[in-house]
């Protein structure tokens, strides 16, 4: 029988006794299958698995330890990859109908950095049709449910890679990130999420050029492990050259994160940015773990900084994006392909250009006003999500505090309005809410200082661990072995 405490280790860890021969890449692959098929039922989140393919890796895996060759950073770890990014010999439907049967030919640049590096790719898991959308539910595989309550939503597009993340698994995951679709399903399943500065990952698939959408990233249950799968998929190769956003990096650097000084650390923190739509719950949670930070850090500040015009911002340059991903498709589309992004391309189509240029000058002015935080504080905190997570039923929460919700992103100011200032974000867990839910941090940081950001996050996550208030939630994994599956429901 595979042992399944195998499957909790985490990755770095998991690494080093694979190197050391104390374990097995077999072993480790075996428990997390079997951790899958005790959970995966329930909260469907791998769906496609691949698992012969793996099984075959992870022996050859198995034999080139002790060999004398150089193993690779990821080295016989089992990575699971979000169903829009694609895989050799694999399914890749992106969750829609149209392309249920997609069996792609070669990697996504994404997936080719990982398997040279020795990464274990072994499923592909759950999205928003093409991704679009914070509620991780298609017409080809049904809805993924929170690992902390499956009736409940657990957040996109990446839900799929939180969950499997946050059940074990796997100890690391693919994802990707337009407004938050890397920090909100890591912040509603307890685990880490990176939306780095747009172009530290290289994205050869990316339509338009310059551009702070479209980010790939990677999830894990700590920074440590996040920080080592991006070490990854940040590397510059053939791949790479195909992204015009791509630049020179030392993406081995991710490798060691820096000792920070905690106790020096001056933080910047606000509960709504300036007045964005957030709950009264969300807003009590935050502010209780505010006054617990404030404890460990040398300087602790609320910041009256005002993004409250960056979800316009978003919503028109979104729309920019939307029609150049889409023109060539959008004639083919029927009255049930996602309605999230019907809305927003045809949105477009109706703005005048006029407002999409005012859009970017005003973007510019929000970049310009942010940046200017990090002159004196050396990182920003706000809360990851607006809301507790909702049932998967309705696409988006159907209000807010009596406040109805206009459309799929009005909900999603907190994590858009990093998207539209372009700096990279570390979506932490930060223990409960008020509904003994998940609850997250976005801690973000200056841009093209990615390395410092998860230094900084590091410190403060192993600072959260001592406190049972702020340590990462775990799901009750017994309890969930014991519930309806989803497809019975």
């Not at 009596?402 to 858009?416: F, K």
Request: charge should be negative.
């Amino acid at each position: 029988m595979p042992d399944n405490n195998l499957s909790g280790l985490g990755a770095v860890q998991a690494r080093e006794l694979i190197a050391s021969g104390e374990i097995s890449p077999v072993e480790l692959l075996e428990s997390c299958i079997s951790r899958v098929k005790q959970l995966n039922p329930v909260v469907n989140a791998l769906i496609t698995e691949s698992f012969t393919q793996a099984r075959k890796a992870a022996k050859q895996a198995e034999q080139r330890v002790g060999s004398g060759e150089k193993l690779g950073a990821l080295h016989g770890l089992p990575v699971a990859i979000k169903d829009i990014q694609n895989t050799a010999g694999i399914l890749t439907t992106y969750g829609s109908k149209d392309l249920a049967d997609f069996i792609p030919d070669t990697d996504a640049g994404i997936v080719a950095r990982i398997r040279a590096a020795g990464g274990i790719i072994f499923g592909k898991t759950n999205v928003p049709e093409m991704s679009i959308g914070a509620n991780t539910v298609n017409p080809l595989f049904g809805a993924t449910g929170n690992p902390f309550n499956p009736e409940l939503t657990c957040g996109g597009s990446s839900g799929g890679s939180g969950v499997v993340v946050a059940t074990n698994m796997a100890p690391l995951a693919t994802g990707s990130d337009h407004g938050g679709s890397l920090r909100i399903p890591a912040c509603y399943s307890g685990v880490v999420g990176f939306r780095a500065t747009p172009g530290v990952v290289p994205n050869e698939q990316r339509k338009t050029t310059q551009t702070y959408y479209s980010v790939q990233g990677p999830m894990a249950r700590t920074v440590e492990d996040t920080s080592l799968l991006l070490s990854v998929i940040s590397e510059r190769d053939a791949w790479s050259r195909r992204d015009p956003m791509s630049f020179p990096l030392d993406a081995e650097k991710f490798r060691s994160l820096k000792i920070v000084d905690i106790g020096g650390l001056r933080v910047a923190f606000s509960a709504d940015l300036g007045g964005v739509l957030v709950s009264e719950s969300i807003r009590r949670t935050f502010e209780d773990r505010i006054e617990s930070i404030a404890g460990m850090v040398g300087t602790c500040e609320r910041h009256s900084v005002d993004l409250r015009s960056a979800p316009d911002v978003d919503w028109h340059l979104r729309q920019d994006v939307f029609v150049s991903q889409y023109f060539q498709d959008a004639a083919a589309w029927d009255q049930d392909f996602n309605p999230n992004i019907q809305a927003t391309y045809n949105s477009a189509l109706n703005t005048p250009m006029a407002d999409i240029a005012q859009a970017r000058c005003t973007q510019l002015e929000l970049h310009r006003k942010f940046s200017s935080i990090f002159e004196e504080f050396d990182v920003f905190i706000c809360p990851g999500v607006s809301v507790s997570p909702f049932p998967w039923v309705h696409m988006n929460p159907q209000s807010i505090d009596g406040q109805s919700v206009e459309n799929y992103m009005a909900w999603l100011a907190l994590t858009s309005t990093f998207t539209v200032v372009g700096h990279p974000v570390v979506a932490l867990p930060c223990g409960l809410d008020e509904q003994g839910l998940p609850f997250g941090v976005q801690v973000v940081g200056r841009m093209y200082e990615d390395h410092r950001l998860l230094s900084i996050a590091h410190v403060l996550e192993q600072a959260f661990a001592k406190t049972s208030k702020l340590a990462r939630p775990i799901p009750d994994f017994e309890q969930l072995s014991n519930m309806k599956t989803m497809k019975s429901r």
